[in-house]
């Protein structure tokens, strides 16, 4: 069957429900698959790993939002709920080939590998410091009952940006607020353009913090480094807020899905508990089977490709959706839905993307689920959901596959002891 963004084969929406599920219906589909969005505009999903491997390193597909028919026509409504994930400040995120090199290359030379490893013992200071937090918190909870979000997942990528950034700690819980109202489709067109704002002000004050006092901080070190080929101010507020959104937001649905997915198989945690040398590898198969990005938002075709029975015209845009990815049979093999902490795919998985787009901030996402994860089971060998999983609510985002809250117990009621 011919494949048309004129046919849409499903619509996809944020409130869908079970985000993998609307990734297993997209697959069912085909490797490619013509949706619409919310709005009504039309858009190509991509569910197959191998052609998103593809499209992502195909120069044919490019990230400039000015591409995309739709926009070049002004058929994209001023309060759609996704305009700000596809219009963002200037950064390596919206440019391609010579532009994204140019942007990309002195935070690559400032986020170095050994800088990510010097920062190890001040991660694991860090998850001992928030260990302890979580045990209060649920010690003075009238029911013993804690938000694992709130108290554990949230602060400890934020810490971990706040020494390397050097962020004021004031700020950790305002960028919260503006980052969750900047992600979330429930917002309010009026709360999202006030994220947008707040965010860049904040930026912007960390940058003339920064030149005015630079320090062993990666702001300082980024300004160093695009000394020889300076960045505009918006294209460093937009590679701070990248940086920030990234190194975060993400991390944060990392730490709880990986609790979630850990609790859901207790044989791969007992496996865990007499093999701690396989964390590295779970941490690798959390991100495969239950990654933080659901849907990214977008490629947009230069020019007309066939691309099996689908005709992509030039504008029309190109999604690329993780889970369905991480779990393709076809990439993964027949038990591509089972959680198994001793797969080792060759060639990895796609949660950090592919290419020359690939989430440079990998190395540090790893490290903090690496320290805080098997920390947390170690010390809380009892933790459980207070609530059914199914009960937990779900971050109103296509792209980011989260939770809003995850309460949880760190003691085994009388029933699980």
Sequence with gaps: MELSLARPALRVHSADGDLHLQAERLRAVGPLVPVELPGGLPAWVVTSDRLGRSILTDRRFVKDVETWHAWQRGEVPPDWPLRTVVHTPRSMITVDGAEHRRLRGPLARALTPVRVAGLKDAVAAIVARRLDGLAEAARTAPDGTVDFRTAYAFPIPMDVLGILLDLPEDWHGTLRTLFEDFFSEAATPERTYAAVLGIGSLMADLIALRRAEPGDDLVSALLAAAVDEPYTQEELIGTLQVLVAAGHETTVHVLVNGLRALLAHPEQRRLLAERPDLW?????????????????????????????????????????????????????????????????????????????????????????????????????????????????????????NGRTTVPVRLTATPAQA
């Design 280 to 400: 590295p590898n779970a941490v690798e198969e959390l991100l495969r089977w239950d990654g933080p990005v659901a849907t990214f938002f977008a490629r947009y075709a230069t020019e007309d490709a066939r691309i099996g029975a689908a005709d992509v015209r030039r504008g029309d845009p190109v999604l690329v959706n993780y889970l369905a990815m991480g779990r393709d049979p076809n990439r993964y093999g027949p038990d591509a839905a089972a959680f198994d902490v001793t797969r080792e795919p060759r060639g990895g998985h796609t949660s950090f993307g592919h290419g020359p787009h690939m989430c440079l901030g990998a190395p540090l996402a790893r490290l903090e689920a690496r320290l805080a994860l098997p920390a947390l089971l170690t010390r809380f060998p009892a933790i459980h959901l207070a609530v059914p999983d199914q009960a937990l609510g779900r971050f109103p985002s296509l792209m980011l």
